[in-house]
């Protein structure tokens, strides 16, 4: 082998991408808005957990977590982490129309009926919980 030998290796073009790139148009910043809000996703499932096992804990540590759920700093945060769950539930729905495209009779589905099967099923996913939680 010659030692003076070097393979050829061409420089990648890269074109420079600022950081906030995402702020240049509305419908990327709803993008990375929906990706970011699944960090409150994680946030309450973790709570959930936390929550039972208190629970399995016993009556103080299920009352201690209580008291803390009730100071108002946290009372603030978890009103966020609804509305930021909420904005994740609302546009997850709203993208499946365009994920699932279901045919019946061979003719497809419209978007405005799928849509509407994930709100009905939505909203009767809530009632149970509601209606499980008061009875």
């Known amino acids: 082998m010659n030692p003076a030998y070097r393979r050829y290796h061409p420089k990648w073009y890269r074109a420079r991408m600022p950081i906030f790139w995402w702020l240049r148009r509305v419908s990327y910043f709803r993008f990375i808005a929906r990706e970011l809000?699944?960090?409150?996703?994680?946030?309450?499932?973790?709570?959930?957990?936390v929550q039972v096992r208190s629970v399995a804990a016993g009556p103080e540590a299920l009352a201690r977590f209580t008291g803390w759920l009730q100071l108002?700093?946290?009372?603030?945060?978890?009103?966020?982490?609804?509305?930021?769950?909420?904005?994740?539930?609302?546009?997850?729905l709203h993208l499946a129309p365009r994920a699932m495209v279901v045919r019946l009779g061979g003719r497809r589905v419209p978007d405005v009926a799928v849509l509407l099967g994930h709100y009905g099923a939505w909203l009767a996913?809530?009632?149970?919980?509601?209606?499980?939680?008061?009875r």
């Open 37 to 49: 809000t699944s960090v409150f996703v994680a946030y309450a499932g973790v709570l959930l957990l």
């Open 72 to 92: 108002p700093p946290v009372a603030a945060l978890h009103v966020v982490v609804l509305l930021a769950l909420l904005f994740h539930t609302i546009t997850w």
């Open 125 to 134: 996913a809530s009632a149970l919980v509601v209606w499980v939680v008061v």
